[in-house]
């Protein structure tokens, strides 16, 4: 007898019972049933045929929980007994991983193990993964099919071999025990990674056109010649028809009431379609094989888990298109298909599960075992996943109608969500939906005032969507995801978790491994989700912090394997540039306001974009401390790029967003704040929170404010030097170090003069940068060294009484008069030792470059040295340009009112800093202000990255010298930071240099 025959064995109740094998030709077979008493039941006799194969049967009894025993005889010869036999209903599980997936890895197995494992009546053949052929690990998938399995075994659930059995159908059998009364057995067959090819026989395969040419078009197929030739292109098993030939064929003459599949993870390459023809033919070949003649043979199939599907082909291919197809297949055979959704069920996982295998696998078998109870065994119950029956579209409503809702349709929560419309342009908007009737839902969004399609559940990691139909009042099966109109899917709408702020942290593969990880990553804070938080939904952000500054961000990247951890991928919906607006919503439960001082929208590690709200150039508003909600819209169509507005076409850089964070401030040493419910829009929408921040953290103190800037100059390559150690060859310079010219300590200079190089020098000097607040000559001696040893000029650096808290004596006239009293002692000294100046060229960084360019343009006709070029590396040129409060990012507002009122000696705030009387001040402290036709030649340069000097700053003293006619050379170094060079502006910066050494070579000689 065939090796699939054993003790404690399950029989299709009611059927044939057939007993196969192999004996002499003409030998005669008995089978023979014996009851719990003794009592032969029946029997039936058969005789070996010509080609030394047998076939005995005889009826199966009605199922029902009593073993018994069965003896076959060869010759009146007793020659097998199979013992502890049972009579009920028989079902075919396979598939591939997640049907596959072994009941001791679900949590649910503790309540088993404690129950003594399951129950006896639960019966289970194990088809070994890769069944022995001949005696022999198979090496490569039989070609032929196979008449036996070697290897398998029969067990009873409360077998401890129980724990390996397929979970899902574990709970589906053990439930069908309970609901029929008789015992149910499984055939456990599953088998991970293959594909729904390898579950198909080969005649089906190659006499259906579509099949092969489906099969070609992926590198499945694989003709008889080929089989032992062809190298695996993954592994055993996941060839075309070798489950069939190996797991499947070698069972035929075991009768079955259907199959529960679970497959389609290795087949989401598949292009839409393909699947269906694949499930079709899959279908054809189970009556087939089986034998099955009352219809169709039935089969209850899952959608697949939530999971991001990842390949070199297809950056991401979405688990949903499939998903949406699932639906179409049931729709189309009702009768004989039940689909069991389960894109609800929150996948939970172990340590080391991929996060393809969630394990909580019990709600999906108690689902099968619902569908199973209406497909099968006529329950009046909603036996599989509604779907769409039927599309209206009226004006800006989309109506949906489905079939199978049982008692109706019903929402699981407080409103229907995951709903989304479009128009004609094909890209989706979240869409409001209400239930109109038992059996219909009506779409609509004023997004999209005239919709052509919709959908619902169109994601693939989908937790959120909540329309059910309903038994007895109670949601009983999801609607099945679906979009109206396939042929208009261009953008397709994604709840993703991170926007809805009903949990904390989901299960993904990041970094280098697969673990739970935060949907939201914080700094200086701590957030948490619940329900108190909530705007809407189940849940939402609290965020806690005893900082001034925290911030939030939601890190769009991951990796699909670790091994490959290095390549990121990025998730769903990390493509805005279909929208206009991105909006949240803000409650301050603080004593005292909260700022959103800046929102980064970053598409490269070290590249971001701030948006601005409400379509202002505010990047900043307050939130009150009123326990109110308020609404924070930032317009992601009007983006500042480091120091200016992004004037390109912002769509370009948001298709591929790598993260988003939202930054807070605020004057109180405890904030607490809400935040929930983020929407995607096509317009800008009014009203909400849309003031500019206001001088919330009062005064900032100078030297933070220094700290910080400093930190961004520590990066250039460039340090500090003292002027002896970069001219110490005391042969070819003289060097005269903190010569005075003024009573405060701050009031000296450097000067060195190469010696034999004439009594008639030019004048080089030198301003540093700090931000008008920090620095020393010392940070810019190297500065010195070309143009004193190549171009043998006198050299010198000042330092000027930089600006302090608490002394309006100090501003920016007083930084000028500084440097032109070094200048008339610098000539002093130089006139004293012989020396005569003929022209100055003036050099400055950042707020040294501001200098210069002023004292160029205003004090050019008293300075005693006749400026002849001004060279400002990022120097500031329109203190009245409101691009630092939009788009700055090292300096917050509250630190750029601070350094623009010490300049001007006022204290600045929201009320005031653009008033006309401020304004005014700010303009006579900006180098624009004081050009004229006979301003010194200029060569200055902005930079594309620059965090503190926006760059519409350097167009706009472009723009005014070239008006006036004045000899200037300008640049963007596009990818440089400030005062820096990258080397991608390599060319640029040769240009650059080629420039200045001309212009100074016509203006000094």
Same mark, same amino acid.
């Given at each position: 007898?065939?090796?699939?025959?054993?003790?404690?064995?399950?029989?299709?109740?009611?059927?044939?019972?057939?007993?196969?094998?192999?004996?002499?030709?003409?030998?005669?077979?008995?089978?023979?049933?014996?009851?719990?008493?003794?009592?032969?039941?029946?029997?039936?006799?058969?005789?070996?045929?010509?080609?030394?194969?047998?076939?005995?049967?005889?009826?199966?009894?009605?199922?029902?929980?009593?073993?018994?025993?069965?003896?076959?005889?060869?010759?009146?010869?007793?020659?097998?007994?199979?013992?502890?036999?049972?009579?009920?209903?028989?079902?075919?599980?396979?598939?591939?991983?997640?049907?596959?997936?072994?009941?001791?890895?679900?949590?649910?197995?503790?309540?088993?193990?404690?129950?003594?494992?399951?129950?006896?009546?639960?019966?289970?053949?194990?088809?070994?993964?890769?069944?022995?052929?001949?005696?022999?690990?198979?090496?490569?998938?039989?070609?032929?099919?196979?008449?036996?399995?070697?290897?398998?075994?029969?067990?009873?659930?409360?077998?401890?071999?129980?724990?390996?059995?397929?979970?899902?159908?574990?709970?589906?059998?053990?439930?069908?025990?309970?609901?029929?009364?008789?015992?149910?057995?499984?055939?456990?067959?599953?088998?991970?990674?293959?594909?729904?090819?390898?579950?198909?026989?080969?005649?089906?395969?190659?006499?259906?056109?579509?099949?092969?040419?489906?099969?070609?078009?992926?590198?499945?197929?694989?003709?008889?010649?080929?089989?032992?030739?062809?190298?695996?292109?993954?592994?055993?098993?996941?060839?075309?028809?070798?489950?069939?030939?190996?797991?499947?064929?070698?069972?035929?003459?075991?009768?079955?009431?259907?199959?529960?599949?679970?497959?389609?993870?290795?087949?989401?390459?598949?292009?839409?379609?393909?699947?269906?023809?694949?499930?079709?033919?899959?279908?054809?070949?189970?009556?087939?094989?089986?034998?099955?003649?009352?219809?169709?043979?039935?089969?209850?199939?899952?959608?697949?888990?939530?999971?991001?599907?990842?390949?070199?082909?297809?950056?991401?291919?979405?688990?949903?298109?499939?998903?949406?197809?699932?639906?179409?297949?049931?729709?189309?055979?009702?009768?004989?298909?039940?689909?069991?959704?389960?894109?609800?069920?929150?996948?939970?996982?172990?340590?080391?599960?991929?996060?393809?295998?969630?394990?909580?696998?019990?709600?999906?078998?108690?689902?099968?075992?619902?569908?199973?109870?209406?497909?099968?065994?006529?329950?009046?119950?909603?036996?599989?996943?509604?779907?769409?029956?039927?599309?209206?579209?009226?004006?800006?409503?989309?109506?949906?109608?489905?079939?199978?809702?049982?008692?109706?349709?019903?929402?699981?929560?407080?409103?229907?969500?995951?709903?989304?419309?479009?128009?004609?342009?094909?890209?989706?908007?979240?869409?409001?939906?209400?239930?109109?009737?038992?059996?219909?839902?009506?779409?609509?969004?004023?997004?999209?005032?005239?919709?052509?399609?919709?959908?619902?559940?169109?994601?693939?990691?989908?937790?959120?969507?909540?329309?059910?139909?309903?038994?007895?009042?109670?949601?009983?099966?999801?609607?099945?995801?679906?979009?109206?109109?396939?042929?208009?899917?261009?953008?397709?709408?994604?709840?993703?978790?991170?926007?809805?702020?009903?949990?904390?942290?989901?299960?993904?593969?990041?970094?280098?491994?697969?673990?739970?990880?935060?949907?939201?990553?914080?700094?200086?804070?701590?957030?948490?989700?619940?329900?108190?938080?909530?705007?809407?939904?189940?849940?939402?952000?609290? +965020?806690?912090? &005893?900082?001034? @500054? $925290? /911030?939030?961000?939601?890190?769009?990247?991951?990796?699909?394997? !670790? *091994?490959?951890?290095?390549?990121?991928?990025?998730?769903?919906?990390?493509?805005?540039?279909?929208?206009?607006?991105?909006?949240?919503?803000?409650r301050n439960n603080s004593e005292k306001n909260v700022c959103v001082s800046k929102v980064k929208i970053r598409t490269k590690k070290t590249d971001f974009y701030m948006p601005t709200l409400n379509g202002t150039n505010d990047i900043s508003c307050v939130i009150p401390a009123d326990g109110e909600w308020h609404t924070v819209e930032?317009?992601?169509?009007?983006?500042?790029?480091?120091?200016?507005?992004?004037?390109?076409?912002?769509?370009?850089?948001?298709?591929?967003?790598?993260?988003?964070?939202?930054?807070?401030?605020?004057?109180?040493?405890?904030?607490? +704040?809400?935040? &929930?419910?983020? @929407? $995607? /829009?096509?317009?800008?929408?009014?009203?909400?929170?849309?003031? !500019? *921040?206001?001088?919330?953290?009062?005064?900032?103190?100078?030297?933070?404010?220094?700290?910080?800037?400093?930190?961004?100059?520590?990066?250039?390559?460039?340090?500090?030097?003292?002027?002896?150690?970069?001219?110490?060859?005391?042969?070819?310079?003289?060097?005269?170090?903190?010569?005075?010219?003024?009573?405060?300590?701050?009031?000296?200079?450097?000067?060195?003069?190469?010696?034999?190089?004439?009594?008639?020098?030019?004048?080089?000097?030198?301003?540093?940068?700090?931000?008008?607040?920090?620095?020393?000559?010392?940070?810019?001696?190297?500065?010195?060294?070309?143009?004193?040893?190549?171009?043998?000029?006198?050299?010198?650096?000042?330092?000027?009484?930089?600006?302090?808290?608490?002394?309006?004596?100090?501003?920016?006239?007083?930084?000028?008069?500084?440097?032109?009293?070094?200048?008339?002692?610098?000539?002093?000294?130089?006139?004293?030792?012989?020396?005569?100046?003929?022209?100055?060229?003036?050099?400055?960084?950042?707020?040294?470059?501001?200098?210069?360019?002023?004292?160029?343009?205003?004090?050019?006709?008293?300075?005693?040295?006749?400026?002849?070029?001004?060279?400002?590396?990022?120097?500031?040129?329109?203190?009245?340009?409101?691009?630092?409060?939009?788009?700055?990012?090292?300096?917050?507002?509250?630190?750029?009112?601070?350094?623009?009122?010490?300049?001007?000696?006022?204290?600045?705030?929201?009320?005031?800093?653009?008033?006309?009387?401020?304004?005014?001040?700010?303009?006579?402290?900006?180098?624009?202000?004081?050009?004229?036709?006979?301003?010194?030649?200029?060569?200055?340069?902005?930079?594309?990255?620059?965090?503190?000097?926006?760059?519409?700053?350097?167009?706009?003293?472009?723009?005014?010298?070239?008006?006036?006619?004045?000899?200037?050379?300008?640049?963007?170094?596009?990818?440089?930071?400030?005062?820096?060079?990258?080397?991608?502006?390599?060319?640029?910066?040769?240009?650059?240099?080629?420039?200045?050494?001309?212009?100074?070579?016509?203006?000094?000689?």
């Amino acid at each position: 007898m065939k090796k699939i025959y054993g003790d404690n064995m399950l029989f299709q109740q009611k059927e044939n019972v057939k007993l196969c094998g192999a004996g002499v030709a003409g030998e005669e077979v008995k089978a023979e049933l014996f009851d719990d008493k003794g009592e032969i039941i029946n029997s039936g006799t058969t005789v070996v045929d010509e080609n030394g194969k047998f076939t005995v049967s005889f009826l199966a009894p009605e199922g029902g929980f009593r073993e018994y025993k069965i003896v076959v005889s060869v010759n009146g010869q007793e020659y097998r007994t199979l013992n502890n036999v049972v009579f009920g209903e028989q079902w075919l599980s396979f598939g591939q991983s997640n049907m596959e997936y072994y009941l001791k890895d679900c949590p649910s197995i503790d309540a088993v193990v404690k129950g003594g494992y399951g129950s006896k009546w639960v019966r289970a053949f194990m088809v070994p993964m890769t069944p022995l052929i001949d005696g022999k690990k198979q090496e490569e998938p039989p070609e032929y099919k196979q008449e036996d399995i070697n290897g398998g075994k029969w067990i009873k659930a409360d077998d401890p071999e129980i724990e390996y059995v397929s979970a899902i159908a574990y709970f589906f059998a053990n439930d069908l025990v309970e609901k029929l009364q008789m015992p149910v057995g499984i055939l456990n067959c599953a088998l991970g990674g293959s594909v729904i090819s390898s579950w198909i026989s080969r005649e089906k395969l190659e006499n259906d056109k579509k099949a092969m040419e489906i099969m070609k078009s992926h590198e499945q197929y694989v003709s008889l010649d080929e089989w032992d030739t062809v190298e695996d292109r993954t592994y055993l098993y996941r060839r075309m028809c070798s489950c069939y030939n190996a797991k499947l064929y070698p069972l035929k003459d075991l009768a079955v009431r259907g199959g529960i599949w679970y497959q389609g993870e290795s087949d989401i390459v598949y292009t839409y379609g393909q699947y269906s023809h694949m499930f079709d033919l899959l279908q054809k070949e189970m009556k087939q094989t089986f034998s099955y003649e009352d219809g169709d043979f039935p089969i209850i199939y899952s959608t697949l888990a939530s999971h991001y599907y990842l390949s070199k082909e297809f950056e991401i291919i979405n688990v949903q298109h499939m998903n949406v197809e699932f639906a179409n297949m049931q729709h189309s055979k009702p009768e004989s298909r039940a689909l069991v959704p389960i894109y609800d069920i929150m996948p939970e996982f172990n340590a080391d599960n991929h996060p393809i295998h969630p394990n909580n696998k019990e709600p999906i078998g108690h689902r099968f075992f619902d569908a199973a109870m209406g497909l099968v065994y006529n329950a009046d119950c909603s036996y599989t996943a509604s779907c769409v029956d039927s599309v209206k579209i009226e004006g800006e409503n989309v109506f949906v109608k489905f079939d199978n809702v049982c008692d109706g349709l019903v929402c699981k929560g407080e409103n229907l969500k995951d709903f989304a419309v479009c128009s004609s342009d094909g890209i989706y908007y979240k869409a409001e939906a209400e239930i109109v009737s038992k059996d219909t839902v009506r779409i609509h969004s004023k997004e999209v005032p005239n919709p052509v399609s919709a959908s619902y559940a169109m994601t693939a990691t989908n937790y959120n969507a909540n329309l059910y139909a309903s038994e007895n009042g109670e949601p009983k099966m999801p609607v099945a995801a679906f979009v109206t109109d396939r042929s208009v899917t261009k953008r397709l709408f994604s709840y993703d978790d991170w926007a809805v702020c009903d949990r904390d942290e989901l299960w993904r593969l990041y970094y280098e491994k697969a673990q739970y990880t935060k949907i939201w990553e914080t700094k200086n804070c701590k957030f948490s989700v619940r329900k108190e938080s909530a705007y809407s939904g189940e849940g939402g952000m609290n +965020i806690v912090s &005893d900082k001034n @500054e $925290f /911030s939030i961000w939601q890190d769009f990247r991951m990796c699909d394997y !670790p *091994s490959n951890a290095e390549k990121w991928q990025v998730i769903e919906n990390n493509d805005w540039s279909n929208y206009k607006s991105v909006s949240f919503k803000v409650r301050n439960n603080s004593e005292k306001n909260v700022c959103v001082s800046k929102v980064k929208i970053r598409t490269k590690k070290t590249d971001f974009y701030m948006p601005t709200l409400n379509g202002t150039n505010d990047i900043s508003c307050v939130i009150p401390a009123d326990g109110e909600w308020h609404t924070v819209e930032m317009d992601v169509n009007d983006l500042c790029f480091y120091g200016h507005k992004f004037a390109n076409n912002n769509s370009s850089v948001l298709k591929k967003i790598i993260d988003f964070e939202i930054c807070f401030s605020s004057s109180d040493d405890r904030a607490d +704040i809400d935040v &929930d419910e983020f @929407e $995607f /829009s096509s317009t800008l929408k009014s009203g909400g929170t849309r003031k !500019p *921040s206001k001088f919330i953290n009062g005064y900032v103190k100078i030297k933070d404010l220094y700290l910080k800037t400093k930190a961004l100059f520590e990066k250039k390559e460039k340090k500090q030097m003292d002027i002896k150690e970069a001219f110490k060859d005391e042969n070819k310079y003289e060097v005269l170090t903190d010569v005075k010219y003024g009573e405060d300590v701050q009031q000296k200079f450097d000067l060195v003069i190469p010696k034999d190089a004439g009594k008639e020098l030019n004048l080089f000097v030198v301003i540093h940068g700090g931000a008008w607040i920090g620095g020393d000559k010392k940070d810019d001696t190297m500065l010195l060294v070309p143009y004193v040893k190549n171009r043998q000029m006198i050299g010198g650096n000042i330092n000027y009484r930089l600006l302090k808290e608490g002394r309006s004596d100090l501003n920016c006239e007083t930084m000028l008069e500084d440097i032109h009293e070094a200048m008339k002692k610098i000539v002093e000294v130089c006139n004293e030792k012989g020396y005569t100046l003929k022209k100055l060229i003036l050099k400055g960084n950042s707020a040294g470059g501001h200098l210069v360019l002023m004292y160029a343009y205003k004090y050019q006709h008293i300075s005693p040295v006749e400026v002849a070029v001004v060279y400002s590396n990022c120097g500031p040129t329109d203190m009245t340009d409101k691009n630092y409060y939009g788009d700055l990012s090292v300096f917050s507002d509250e630190q750029m009112l601070t350094l623009q009122g010490l300049l001007i000696s006022e204290k600045l705030d929201h009320d005031n800093y653009r008033s006309e009387e401020v304004l005014e001040k700010l303009w006579k402290v900006s180098p624009c202000c004081y050009a004229k036709k006979d301003s010194p030649a200029t060569i200055f340069h902005s930079c594309g990255k620059d965090m503190l000097v926006p760059v519409s700053n350097g167009d706009k003293l472009n723009e005014v010298l070239k008006s006036l006619g004045v000899d200037s050379y300008y640049d963007i170094f596009d990818n440089s930071q400030h005062c820096c060079r990258d080397k991608k502006d390599n060319q640029k910066v040769k240009m650059f240099d080629k420039m200045e050494d001309e212009m100074i070579k016509k203006y000094t000689t």
